[in-house]
């Protein structure tokens, strides 16, 4: 069974900086990409960025040059370092893993960014 632990999600003020750590567990083969999306809500969930089992990055427009998506290959990890957050950036963030077969979700982590 494979398990995607969340972590890092918390309440903080404008301008501040969060970090969401992603863990996968269990028997879970050929990762393709990492990522993270979220949805905040009355919205549909949307991508906020991802990474390639080759490295490769993308990223929203409107995270851009805010958050950086990293990833440890070896533990099956995947990080977002979310730097000057806005209002805007609140909504439960969910972890996306892909494989050749399948993909899963993590349970999601609510970030909540203050005025």
């Known amino acids: 069974q494979v398990q995607l632990v969340e972590s890092g999600g918390g309440l903080v003020q404008v301008g501040g900086s969060l970090r969401l750590s992603c863990a996968a567990s269990?028997?879970?083969?050929?990762?393709?990409?990492m990522g993270w999306y979220r949805q905040a809500p009355g919205k549909q969930r949307e991508l906020v960025a991802r990474?390639?089992?080759?490295?490769?990055?993308t990223y929203s427009d409107a995270v851009k040059g805010r958050f950086t998506i990293s990833r440890d290959s070896v533990k099956n990890t995947v990080i977002l370092q979310m730097n000057s957050l806005k209002p805007e950036d609140t909504a439960v963030y969910y972890c996306?893993?892909?494989?050749?077969?399948?993909?899963?979700w993590g349970q999601g982590t609510q970030v909540t960014v203050s005025s």
């Open positions: 996306n893993v892909l494989t050749i077969r399948v993909n899963y």
């Open positions: 269990g028997r879970i083969f050929s990762i393709n990409n």
């Open positions: 990474i390639t089992s080759a490295g490769s990055t």
